[in-house]
């Protein structure tokens, strides 16, 4: 594990970049829970996690630290959407109409209500999910129905291999696409999850309120 020391420097260094607009998320989800712990140590409060059963074993281990707040950032699978309703704080990865039918109905029952961000995909990647924009807007009707979400941003991930040029280019569209929703009746929309270690300054200059810092901390 690398020292708690190490990982204070290295969020320091991080929060020193970062306008107070926008919040850091630890990625977490190749961190140990001391790494976590040290990381909480050093100030921050947001963690992030892909994978629902190895985050909730995490989160039951660290239940001490009460003011703590779990993001779930990976692709979310049906059978698992309870356990995540019932776990976390944020789910940045609503990438689908179905799921987030779903979600409406399971926030009900749960009496927990994350917020969420849907995740958008604004260049052609066969590996990411999300909605196209064209998709989206399409389907904000049907998503409107939805009353009992809390829907609160829009999420992207960058296909692998952009150069600094096009990696600007989705996040400033991820911002006008985020301004388009709020003029056409969604107000909420207010946060945008983007950049991670290697782009999250070219996220920032572009209107992130989220960024999601992993390797830079502990790798």
Known sequence: MISPDLIADRI??????LPATTKLLAVSKYADTEAIRAAYAAGVRDFGESRIQEAIQKIQTLRDLKDINWHMIGSLQSNKARLAVQNFAWIHS???LGLARKLDRLVVESGHSPSL??????MSDPHKSGWHESELLAELPKLAKCQN???VGLMTILPQGLNPD????VFRQTAQLAEKLRSQGWPNIRHLSMGMSGDYHLAIAAGATIVRIGSSIFA
């Open 117 to 122: 961000c849907l995740q958008v995909k604004l």
């Open 12 to 17: 320091a260094t991080i929060q020193a970049q």
């Open 166 to 169: 096009q990696a600007t280019e």
């Open 149 to 151: 979400l809390k829907i």
């Open 94 to 96: 609503i990438d689908r």
